[in-house]
Nanobody, 124 residues
C-alpha cells in the first residue's frame, strides 16, 4: 500500500489559482496511475483528473477541463494539480489517489490507495 500525502490547499478568491501536490512513499511510483478527486459539502466524492504511469495520458472531469492541469514527476514521486480560474463550486476536500498497473486509464478507473485530503475553499 502506498502512502499519499497532499499539500497546497487553502483559501482563494474566485478567479484565483492554487497548486496541489501529492507525495507518494513508494520505490515504485512509476507503476502507479494517479488521480485527484474532490468531495464538496453535501456531495459524494467525484473524479477530477487522472494521469497514467508515464504522464503521457491524462483525463479530466468536464467541470474542470481547460482550467485544471494534472502532472507528475516520477523522479520526485509527486503528482500535482494546477487549478486556475477557480470557482466557488470548486470548494471541497481534494484527495490524491493511486492505483498500480492500470492498463487503460478512464474516468471509471478504481483507485485503492488514498491520501487524507487537503481543503480548498474558493470564496465568491
Amino acid at each position: 500500500q502506498v502512502q499519499l500525502v497532499e499539500s497546497g490547499g487553502g483559501l482563494v478568491q474566485a478567479g484565483g489559482s492554487l497548486r496541489l501536490s501529492c507525495t507518494a512513499s513508494t520505490r515504485a511510483f512509476s507503476v502507479y496511475a494517479m488521480g485527484w478527486f474532490r468531495q464538496s459539502p453535501g456531495k459524494e466524492r467525484e473524479f477530477i483528473a487522472a494521469i497514467n504511469w508515464s504522464g503521457g495520458d491524462t483525463i479530466y472531469a468536464d467541470s474542470v477541463k481547460g482550467r485544471f492541469t494534472i502532472s507528475r514527476d516520477n523522479g520526485k514521486n509527486t503528482v500535482a494539480l494546477e487549478m486556475n480560474s477557480l470557482k466557488p463550486d470548486d470548494t471541497g476536500v481534494y484527495y490524491c489517489a493511486a492505483e498500480k498497473f492500470v492498463a487503460t486509464l478512464t474516468r471509471a478507473t478504481e483507485f485503492t490507495s488514498w491520501g487524507q485530503g487537503t481543503q480548498v475553499t474558493v470564496s465568491s
